[in-house]
């Protein structure tokens, strides 16, 4: 057996095991990554953060000197805890690990609702190795077997976090950021944290949620591995008069139709090889899909398309990413965000996006999903679709933001200037979650306990002891009974919290609706919400094909299904603009201003960037803020969401009606002299605070738990995320005049 090609220092810290499994690899060297990570792991005591594009072997960076570092550990209690955001990820990174930990004689299991129970069982006797879990998992072994949770995570080295930046914001990342507070409870030593991810826009924002206390302790590797060849393409397309919608249609073929000619165009392009389409909903994934089987029927030829997002049964999903793995059959998975992360997907020749993309971290992730062989470049296409558009349409449709943005966010990518995080709006929902929690896992705990253990340290440690006490008191409230406190004066659950908890949708901390399961000769083939309107005949598009509902369980909400010709589509999800950030507008304010034109741009494209740039010099909007429309006005901010969104609150409480937009806000009915005088006012309106401001929000509550929060502690959250936004809107009203 001979030694890799490249030996290097770090090469000779690995286990001798370790080495040998690189050796009957056949790698020709260590990655740069893992190159450096290895000494950063075995011969540092601190965190270490290793930001990589994907698929340079961040897994192994951080696995490879992990194993070394605990082959000879005997104490009992996993030594490891990988957390990772899905479950096919989890899937994914058993099988790059489960070889290895077998030759080293570490134990490794896979640890979520559809993994193998006899693997956790004996997990559960006798706890030693790795184990890679969902923070669902977590919460649901501190809840139903507390013991248990006491003995696996109580004695850990290492705690892996595997697609960071999925964990930045949002509830699951506060939830995670708890978790992990409980857990180091139970160790004498704070257990090590590894972060891994391909997209971070801020790593000291990073750093921070991985280490609260002592962000600067934590070890940063970022790759200097050069980037791969990218081949880029926008293609433009504007629909023909009279346009028509998507969510109207009843899929009888429109070969004119924007959708019907980028289905053509990817059919065209696509068929032959192994790629991913994106689409930004999930109708958009099922529209696609339909169309690309249509047009393989049309043309006789196998079916090479195939929906995938969360509703389709795991099944039909987990067939679909095995035969991209396997790579024998040509194959093109139409997906959401759900093949977004680091699923390995074997070889993927290209990536599409249907729609101008919105955050430049999911593009950049999504972009990493090709080109993963050696020497093969990344191949993505954008399709910018926009409506059609007469002379004298309303100024913010003739800019053609649609294209505009598309360009944008592509010169974004090639900057790697990605967003930072976004302030969320879930703290007091996973506050009370994780009070529930706590108190069930110890039986009951007091009050100053309860905080420490939920908001001691981390992205909850912002919520102040008055704030919890608070709470806690809504929470016991005689209309509420989350709570209750017994005579010794600790907290217990109410009469709510026991059924709320006791319920299997407890242990995640996004909310679940009530669905119908869609079945076609026994298989589930996936569901729908609960929304959709079925009766005995009905037509539904689901999982990119056809079908006619032949009986209903209404009690068991169970529709057995069987294929048709004809389809409508079904109802998802509400209507969601994911939130631009400030870089983002001003990109996209340089694109009105230029005259370039993108060598990535197609004739189409280049035709409706031109006359988006026409329109701006026509409307003089690089001096021209405030703009009537015929009875509306426009706002042009030129700011990002959250700052928009705080103005909108603004122009509300003066009692005007106001819609914001990526460009600022439209006030209907509106004329621009009276819009002029009351933006005159805000500019000179000092005393403009968020906990004023936060009365006139509407829609408050929005995250899992938020109806069993009082109105004032919602509104004080409110207040604290906004008031940096709150403060800036004096200046940008005067920006405006």
Request: proline share 5%; net charge negative.
């Amino acid at each position: 057996m001979s030694s890799p090609p490249s030996p290097s220092k770090a090469f000779d810290q690995l286990h001798p095991e370790v080495q040998r499994w690189i050796w009957e690899k056949k790698w020709q060297a260590l990655r740069d990554i893992q190159d450096r990570a290895i000494p950063a792991i075995l011969d540092g005591e601190g965190d270490v953060l290793i930001s990589a594009s994907t698929a340079a072997g961040k897994t192994e960076a951080a696995f490879l000197p992990i194993l070394t570092a605990i082959k000879n550990e005997d104490a009992p209690g996993l030594s490891v805890l990988c957390v990772s955001p899905l479950k096919a990820l989890i899937n994914d990174q058993f099988q790059r690990l489960d070889l290895l930990c077998e030759r080293m004689e570490i134990p490794v299991v896979r640890w979520h609702g559809d993994a193998p129970q006899g693997a956790k069982q004996r997990t559960l006797k006798e706890p030693r190795g790795v184990a890679i879990i969902t923070p669902e998992s977590i919460e649901a072994l501190f809840v139903r077997k507390p013991a248990a949770a006491r003995k696996l995570f109580g004695s850990l080295r290492f705690v892996v976090i595997d697609e960071l930046h999925a964990f930045l914001h949002g509830p699951r990342g506060l939830h995670l950021s708890s978790l992990l507070t409980r857990i180091n409870e139970l160790n004498q030593s704070r257990p090590r944290r590894i972060g891994l991810s391909a997209t971070i826009g801020d790593l000291s924002a990073a750093a921070r949620w991985m280490n609260w206390r002592h962000p600067e302790e934590v070890f940063i590797l970022e790759s200097s591995a050069e980037k791969r060849e990218l081949q880029l393409q926008i293609r433009g397309y504007e629909e023909l008069p009279p346009a028509s919608s998507a969510n109207e249609m009843d899929l009888e073929d429109d070969k004119h139709s924007v959708i019907a000619r980028i289905a053509e165009h990817m059919f065209e392009r696509l068929r032959g090889e192994n790629n991913l389409v994106f689409g930004g909903r999930r109708v958009d994934v099922e529209v696609l899909a339909d169309r690309l089987r249509q047009l393989s029927e049309d043309a006789a030829v196998p079916n090479e398309f195939f929906a995938h997002h969360g509703s389709i049964s795991k099944g039909l999903r987990e067939d679909l990413e095995a035969r991209l793995r396997r790579g024998d059959l040509p194959t093109t998975a139409v997906a959401t965000s759900t093949l977004e992360l680091g699923i390995d997907l074997g070889s993927v020749k290209s990536v599409a996006q249907y729609g101008a993309p919105r955050s430049i971290s999911s593009l950049k992730q999504r972009l990493g999903r090709s080109g993963r062989r050696e020497g093969s470049p990344s191949i993505l296409r954008i399709y910018a679709s926009e409506r059609f558009i007469r002379k004298g349409d309303d100024p913010i449709d003739q800019l053609r933001l649609e294209i505009v943005r598309t360009v944008a966010a592509v010169r974004l990518l090639i900057r790697d200037q990605l967003e930072p995080p976004a302030a969320d709006s879930s703290t007091a929902t996973v506050i009370l979650h994780q009070t529930l929690s706590v108190i069930t896992e110890r039986g009951g705990e007091r009050a100053n306990r309860l905080y420490k253990a939920i908001c001691g340290a981390g992205p909850l440690s912002s919520f102040s002891s008055q704030d919890y006490a608070r709470l806690l008191r809504h929470m016991a409230h005689p209309d509420v009974k989350l709570i209750e406190q017994a005579p010794d004066g600790a907290v217990m659950l109410g009469e709510l919290g026991e059924k709320i908890v006791d319920s299997r949708t407890f242990y995640a901390i996004f909310p679940t609706d009530q669905e119908w399961r869609l079945v076609h000769k026994g298989e589930v083939l996936g569901t729908l919400p609960l929304s959709n309107i079925i009766s005995v005949g009905g037509l539904i598009l689901f999982a990119g094909r056809r079908w006619r509902v032949v009986s209903v369980d209404d009690p068991g909400k169970v529709l057995d299904v069987t294929p048709h010709k004809s389809a409508r589509l079904p109802k998802f999800e509400s209507a969601f603009s994911e939130s631009v950030s400030d870089e983002f507008v001003a990109e996209m304010r340089t694109v009105l201003r230029g005259v370039d034109e993108p060598p990535y741009l197609d004739k189409e494209g280049l035709r409706l960037l031109g006359e988006a740039r026409a329109a701006y010099r026509e409307f003089e909007l690089d001096s021209v803020r405030i703009l009537g429309v015929g009875r509306d006005t426009h706002l042009f901010l030129w700011r990002g969401t959250a700052v928009t969104n705080a103005f909108a609150i603004v122009l509300q409480a003066a009692g005007l009606e106001c819609e914001p937009h990526d460009l600022g806000v439209t006030l209907p009915e509106t004329a621009g002299d009276e819009a002029r005088a009351i933006v005159q006012q805000i500019s000179h309106a000092e005393d403009l605070t968020a906990q004023e401001l936060s009365g006139f929000v509407e829609n408050i509550r929005s995250a899992k738990y938020d109806d069993l929060i009082s109105e004032e502690i919602l509104r004080n959250e409110w207040r604290k995320r906004n008031e940096p936004y709150c403060g800036e809107i004096s200046e940008v009203a005067k920006g405006l005049i």
